[in-house]
């Protein structure tokens, strides 16, 4: 598991993300919170590594 975020007022985010394929994709959910308390979902990506 993955796990990035960033605390400021106003406008926090986070990330959560699972390793597949043996390290070559990333599949996660960004959140966002402007409140500091109440978290939406902000966007989901997936990240694969490209061919060599």
């Not at 993300?17 to 978290?39: K, P």
């Amino acid at each position: 598991m993955l796990r990035i975020w960033r605390d400021h007022p106003g406008f926090s985010q986070r990330f959560t993300g699972t390793l597949e394929d043996g390290g070559d994709t990333i599949t996660g959910q960004w959140e966002l919170s402007r409140d500091g308390e109440t978290w939406a979902d902000d966007l989901e990506i997936t990240f694969r590594r490209a061919p060599a």
